[in-house]
């Protein structure tokens, strides 16, 4: 592992989010497999070595397309388009299949909850992911006060929470604009900046050049250069976007 990983991630991590996203979600905070995905996914070291695992899978076998590789080394993916009812969610979520969401924003990234997915398979195992997930169908479905017919569910809670701050782009820009030139508010929940937060990570990813993790690195990018031009609103963002970021969605 590059060892400047683990401090850059380090340096992107806040303490942000670390209570409940929702009061409901309380008690099941503190259940040992609560306490095992928040440290993992708050643990600097522990990130960084999972990512530098996953890299070094992709460097071994050459894979082609990033999908590939992730269907290999995790196995085939669901392929998401759009919002699910939790319902549906629940029924798709399987331990053996990592989610591609293709109908998120390239911010949230399309590839990101099966690069969490890997980090949590390769410290528990395939097994461990197993118990993860039905611990996740086992929680209550809980409304969003600040959302009306938003539902939050133990994914939001461990594999989705909200980035500090949320573009509304209701008139509708592309990506590209929105993140250079859009209104920004303070997310109205409690915000998220680690891996338990899809836009965190993916940001991460992308502002880690020469660090170890070059397959994870380019696959993020491209993507969000491929999709710069789409149009998503509600958009969580991070605010570390650093120039050397938004040149990602000129390339």
């Not at 899978?57 to 894979?63: I, M």
């Not at 269907?71 to 669901?78: D, L, Q, R, S, Y």
């Not at 938003?150 to 993140?179: G, H, Q, Y």
Request: proline share 6%; glycine share 6%.
């Amino acid at each position: 592992m590059n060892p400047n990983l683990p401090g850059h991630v380090q340096k992107l991590m806040t303490l942000h989010g670390r209570e409940a996203l929702h009061k409901g979600f309380t008690p099941f905070r503190n259940h040992r497999i609560a306490h095992a995905i928040g440290e993992t996914f708050t643990n600097a070291q522990k990130i960084s070595h999972a990512l530098t695992h996953l890299n070094e899978q992709f460097s071994l076998e050459k894979c082609g397309r990033f999908e590939e590789g992730i269907a290999k080394f995790i196995g085939e993916p669901v392929i998401l388009k759009e919002e699910l009812s939790v319902e549906d969610f629940f029924s798709v979520l399987d331990h053996s299949r990592p989610l591609i969401d293709e109908g998120v924003s390239p911010i949230h990234g399309k590839f990101t909850h099966a690069i969490q997915h890997y980090i949590i398979e390769f410290h528990f195992g395939k097994d461990g992911v197993q118990e993860i997930f039905d611990f996740m169908r086992s929680g209550p479905v809980e409304s969003c006060d600040k959302t009306p017919g938003r539902k939050w569910t133990l994914w939001d809670e461990f594999f989705d929470r909200p980035a500090p701050f949320e573009i509304p782009n209701t008139d509708r820009k592309s990506c590209r604009d929105a993140i250079c030139f859009g209104h920004r508010n303070t997310t109205s929940v409690t915000p998220c900046l680690d891996a338990r937060s899809p836009e965190w990570l993916t940001t991460v990813i992308a502002l880690s050049p020469n660090l170890g993790i070059d397959y994870l690195h380019h696959a993020i990018t491209s993507d969000l250069g491929a999709r710069a031009n789409d149009v998503h609103e509600n958009i969580f963002v991070t605010g570390l976007e650093s120039t050397d970021y938004l040149l990602h969605f000129s390339s």
